[in-house]
Structures are given as C-alpha cells and as structure tokens.
C-alpha cells in the first residue's frame, strides 16, 4: 500500500520560509540586508497588485486605505505571519539603520509594536478568564446588518468570506474586474458554488440581471451550485428567473439569520442551529 502524499497549504510554507529566514540571518547577519530587501520587494509587487485586482488608483489616498482595510478580512494565521514579518523588518532595519532620525523612526515603531502586541495579548488573556470564570467561549462578533448598509460593494463581498467559512466552506474572493458574474467561489468537497453578491441602497431590489449573472459564472466557474446573496430582497421576475435557473436566493432575511447564527456561535450557551440551507 502507498503512503498518502500529505499536502501542505501555502500559509505552512510561508511560516517555514519565515522560520528558515530567521535561522539564516541569526547564522550569517550579513544576508539579513539581503532577505529584508526580498521581502520588501514580494511586499511591494502584492501590494501594487492589489490596487490592479480591485481595480483602485495608486495616487488616492482613499484607495490605500482601502487596500490596508482589506487586511482585516484575512485569516488570523495570515496576519500573524503579516505582523511576525513586520516585526522582523523594523528589527532589522532599525539594526542597520545610521540615521539617528531614522533610527529614532523604527526605535519607535518597535516600541509601538511591542506595547501593541502586549494590549492584544492582555486582551486575549482577559477573554480567556472571562470564558473559564462565567463558562463563556470569548466572542468575535461582527458587524450588525446596519453596518452591512453602509459598505461598498468590494467591502461587501469581503465581508461574506468569514459568514461563508463559518458554513463550512473554502472561500475565494474572484478579481473584482472580469469576474465573469461570480463575486465569491465557494467550496465543499466535491461541490463548487459561485456567488453574486449584491449589496443594495434602500428600497432597492435585485432584479433578473443577478440571475443571469450568476447563471453565465456557474458556466465559466464550472460551478454546481449558484447563489445570489443580498442585504436587500428580490423582484418577483428575479424569483421566478432564479427558480426555473436552480439559483438560491439569500435576501436581508437570510443575511441577518447567518450573522446571527456567526455570532451566537462564538458564545457556550447561544441554541444551536441548523445552517442556512445554501
């Protein structure tokens, strides 16, 4: 009998280039220069990537913020590797640094660092104790539906990623230009769904244009299952259209039951419920 190949995730070979990289500069200090300048370089190319895939301008100052608000939507593993490697680069570059004003510069950004990481930990310290003394898991809640109304439409489609994972999915934010009609795809063992998010103003509907939309990406994504998912509700030809099509509907309703249901299950004593049937 073979032995099973194990398959490792791209966030396990980040940690162990990360890990061998740190070996490497505590051996021979005289690469740290050069392991730093690399790692500015894949952080500059991704980072100007990101402003090409959401289709933002590099000269506004809006656009880089929203490239930075992105990173909350991470994986926690994600930013502790991000936070592992900026600690390691004002480390660095505050060593090497000849400029006392630049010195000075990442002395402080170290010190800010530092005294962060310590507020974090004292914050998870303080759930911890708080869910062994009242027999509560520590929450993490996210934004109530009024939020939601106030996103854009690429903050929405973020915003899912966490609400779908909680599903028991593998989700995949697709490039906000020629996404071919799927905003999100989503995965379960041999099934494959593509997502149409739609984040609507007041007293605004979905009409059949979702529908086609998400039925044209079920074809180019090779997709099993199609989803529409709102903050609004759907026309009544949107709902005849998405019926005869196999498209499921999630409108305001199924939104705040699935933030409900993610939040509630952050705490011990919250009812079970059975998911949304996606």
Known sequence: MSKRRVKYTKGEYITVAIIFSILIMIQYPILASFIVIGALLVGTYRYLISFKRYTRDFVKVKDHLFIISTIRYWRRKNKIILGIALYLLIVVLSDTASNPVLKLVFNLLFIGIFFGSIGLGLRWLYRVCKALLFNIKPTNLIEPIEDVDKMSGLEFEHFLTPLFRSQGYNVEVTSPSGDFGGDLI?????????????????????????INEVVGAAGYYNATKKIVITNRYYTDAAKITGKRNGVTLLDRDDLVRMLNQYNEAQIRFSKQKEPIDI
């Open 186 to 210: 989503l995965k379960k063992g041999k099934e494959k769904s593509v997502v149409q998010a739609k984040r609507y103003g007041e007293d605004k509907k979905v009409g059949v244009y979702a």
